[in-house]
């Protein structure tokens, strides 16, 4: 009975359970030897062991067996309690950062994408640049990252990139022809312009946090941004080069 077999089911018999082995000590043999009105098969899958038992309609001896897989708790990638209450909303999270050594100077940003129980981080660096520069295109990379229409919501330092978009400047400038004042033109026109088209995209909130304070998001992104800032070889910031022979 036991030839050919690779699983055993040992209903009743000394140690009811699953066998791996028929022979030895602690094979199924030595469950059913001697007893009397034993209960056994053999199964050549753990499939079909499974289906003859639940036809049994012995639960107990089933849920030992064959206990159902335990729930793990959902994976979230960060500690952070806001953003984690977000992404159990279905929102994308983006914490955004940037800066200039010396500003302007060598600068970079540095970007933490949240989305579900993932997590993708982003950064990037150039030559010479500004600090404000590099937080508004933290915030374009990373809602350029997104495939598709979504609802994300931007943690930011910076207040001029959270004013920028809250409190209309960057609209009304755009709609001045990028014209801050009647004699001044607006800075950083070229990254407000791909940013206003994102927004228009995705359904965007900012939210300002206060840099340095243990944020550990925030502290990510700035820790990217400052590692960008410093590679060797940095390209060139054209848009930022233009403004300033423009």
């Not at 993932?118 to 660096?125: A, V």
Request: aromatic share 10%; with cysteine; net charge positive.
């Amino acid at each position: 009975m036991a030839k050919g077999k690779k699983v055993y089911i040992v209903v009743k018999g000394r140690k009811p359970g699953l066998y791996h082995t028929w022979l030895g000590p602690n094979g199924a043999q030595a469950q059913i030897s001697g007893v009397s009105g034993s209960l056994f098969k053999g199964f050549q899958t753990l499939d079909e062991a499974r289906e003859w038992l639940s036809g049994l309609g012995d639960t107990d001896l089933i849920q030992k067996i064959f206990p159902a897989p335990k729930r793990s708790r959902p994976r979230f990638p960060t500690t952070n309690d806001s953003a984690r209450a977000l992404l159990g909303e279905g929102k994308v999270v983006l914490y955004t950062d940037g800066g200039a050594i010396k500003n302007p100077g060598p600068g970079g940003y540095g970007v933490v994408l949240l989305y579900k129980d993932h997590r993708k981080e982003m950064s990037g660096g150039f030559r010479f640049t500004t600090n404000n520069r590099m937080e508004l295109l933290a915030c374009i990379m990373g809602l350029k990252s997104l495939k598709w229409k979504c609802p994300v919501v931007v943690f930011t330092d910076s207040m001029y990139l959270k004013k920028g978009i809250v409190n209309g400047w960057a609209r009304k400038w755009q709609a001045n022809n990028w014209m801050r004042t009647p004699e001044h033109k607006a800075k950083n026109a070229d990254l407000w312009a791909q940013l206003l088209l994102l927004c228009d995209k995705h359904d965007v909130e900012f939210h300002w946090v206060k840099g340095h304070s243990g944020n550990p998001d925030n502290e990510r992104c700035d820790q990217l941004a400052t590692a960008a800032a410093k590679q060797p070889k940095l390209p060139q910031d054209t848009g930022y080069n233009q403004s300033l022979t423009g």
